[in-house]
C-alpha cells in the first residue's frame, strides 16, 4: 500500500532547538491510516499535522479503546537519519491491539510509512546529540456508537516532536515516591499493554508525588501489594550488592524495549542479572544495610534515568549519594552511543534512513 502526500499551504516556525521541552511541539506533517472491515487498513497518507474531526460519538471517547507507543528518530548527519528496534515497538503495538481488540497492524508497511515521514520532516531533527525527534503512533477506535463492544472502525495517527530530555535535569538522577494506596495494572487486565487507560489512572498518584517533590511513582503489585512492578513511564532495575535485579515480566509490567536491550546489554557485558520478584521490604533492608548500590529506570523517553532518592513509609533512602552509577552510565552510554552512531551497532538495532 502506497502513501499519499498532502502538502500543506505554509509550514510552520521552527522553535529554538536549543531550548525544547519533551512533546510541547508537534512538526508539519503526520501520517494518517484509516481501517474498516471492508478494506481493512486504507488510505495512507502524510497530510497536515491538525485536528482529527472525530464526532462526540466516537467510542474511544467512552470505551477507551486505544494502543500507542514511542520511539525516536536520531540525525546522524545530513544524509542519516537513525531508528532505534522501529520494528520492536510495532510488535509490541500489535500485542496491545490484540488486548485491545484493535486489528494488527502490519510492521513492515507501517514503518515504511513513518520513514516516508521522516524524510520529509527531517529538518525538524534536533543536530545536538542527546535530542531527538519523538514519534508518537496511536490507534483510536472510531465508530460512533454507545454500545459497550469494539469498534468495527480504526484511525492510525502517528504524529513527531522535537525533544530534549524527558526530565528538565536530563541525565541527573530523580527522585521516586512508593505507592502504596493507589494500584495501576493486574495480571489478567492491561498492565503489559500499551494503553492510555493504564495511564489516566496513574495520573492521581502522580500528581501527588509531584506535589511532594518526587518526578515519579513506583508502583507496588495489585494483589499482594508488596512486590514492584515499575514506575510510572519506565521500567525500573536495582544494583544490589553488585548484581542487577528488575521486576520479571508478569503480565501486568510493560515489556519495554529499552529494559529489554538494556538487560542483552548488561549480560553481554558480564554483569549479574536477575529478574524476578523483589518486595519492597528487600528493597529497603538492602537500602539499610548499604546494599543498594544504584537504581535506575529504562524507557524510550529517558533512555536510563537514575534515580538518587527514595521515598517510602516517610522515610527519604539516598540512592548512591543522590548520583548516577556508574552500571547506569555504561548502559546509558552504550545504548545512546548506538542511537547515535558513534560506535558500531553490534545487535543490529539500529535501521538507518537516507535522507
Known amino acids: 500500500?502506497?502513501?499519499?502526500?498532502?502538502?500543506?499551504?505554509?509550514?510552520?516556525?521552527?522553535?529554538?532547538?536549543?531550548?525544547?521541552g519533551f512533546g510541547q511541539v508537534f512538526t508539519d506533517y503526520m501520517v494518517v491510516v484509516d481501517y474498516d472491515p471492508e478494506h481493512g487498513w486504507h488510505d495512507a497518507r502524510i497530510v497536515p499535522y491538525g485536528p482529527l474531526g472525530l464526532n462526540p460519538g466516537a467510542m474511544i471517547f467512552h470505551y477507551g479503546q486505544s494502543t500507542f507507543e514511542g520511539l525516536k528518530a536520531y540525525y546522524i548527519d545530513e544524509h542519516t537519519i537513525n531508528l532505534f528496534r522501529p520494528e520492536k515497538n510495532f510488535e509490541r503495538m500489535n500485542n496491545s491491539n490484540r488486548r485491545l481488540c484493535i486489528p494488527e497492524i502490519d510492521p513492515k508497511e507501517f514503518t515504511e510509512y513513518i520513514i516516508e515521514a521522516l524524510k520529509i520532516e527531517k529538518d525538524w531533527i534536533p543536530r545536538e546529540e542527546g535530542k531527538s525527534?519523538?514519534?508518537?503512533?496511536?490507534?483510536?477506535?472510531?465508530?460512533?456508537?454507545?454500545?459497550?463492544?469494539?469498534?468495527?472502525?480504526?484511525?492510525?495517527?502517528?504524529?513527531?516532536?522535537?525533544v530534549a530530555s524527558y526530565y528538565s535535569s536530563g541525565i541527573e538522577p530523580v527522585k521516586i515516591y512508593v505507592e502504596h494506596d493507589f494500584k495501576r495494572a493486574v495480571k489478567g487486565g492491561t498492565g503489559f499493554a500499551k494503553t492510555a487507560a493504564n495511564y489516566a489512572q496513574s495520573l492521581k498518584s502522580q500528581e501527588e508525588a509531584e506535589e511532594a517533590g518526587y518526578a515519579q511513582v513506583l508502583w507496588l503489585d495489585a494483589i499482594e501489594r508488596k512486590y514492584i512492578e515499575e514506575v510510572g513511564s519506565m521500567n525500573i532495575m536495582f544494583v544490589i550488592d553488585g548484581t542487577v535485579v528488575t521486576p520479571e515480566l508478569n503480565g501486568s509490567i510493560l515489556p519495554g524495549i529499552t529494559r529489554a536491550s538494556a538487560l542483552e546489554l548488561l549480560?553481554?557485558?558480564?554483569?549479574?542479572?536477575?529478574?524476578?520478584?523483589?518486595s519492597i521490604d528487600e528493597l529497603i533492608e538492602a537500602a539499610e544495610a548499604g546494599k543498594l548500590d544504584e537504581v535506575f529506570g529504562t524507557g524510550t523517553a529517558a533512555v536510563i534515568s537514575p534515580v538518587g532518592e527514595i521515598l517510602h513509609n516517610g522515610k527519604n533512602y539516598i540512592i548512591n549519594g543522590g548520583k548516577i552509577g556508574p552500571v547506569a552510565q555504561d548502559i546509558y552510554d552504550t545504548i545512546t552511543k548506538t542511537q547515535y552512531g558513534k560506535i558500531e551497532d553490534k545487535y543490529g538495532w539500529i535501521t538507518k534512513i537516507n535522507i
Do not use: W
Open 267 to 278: 549480560r553481554d557485558k558480564g554483569y549479574k542479572v536477575e529478574e524476578r520478584k523483589i
Open 133 to 162: 525527534l519523538y514519534i508518537r503512533p496511536m490507534i483510536i477506535a472510531t465508530d460512533e456508537n454507545l454500545g459497550v463492544h469494539a469498534s468495527k472502525t480504526y484511525k492510525f495517527v502517528c504524529m513527531f516532536c522535537p
Open 1 to 20: 500500500m502506497k502513501i499519499r502526500f498532502e502538502e500543506r499551504k505554509e509550514l510552520k516556525q521552527k522553535p529554538d532547538m536549543n531550548n525544547l
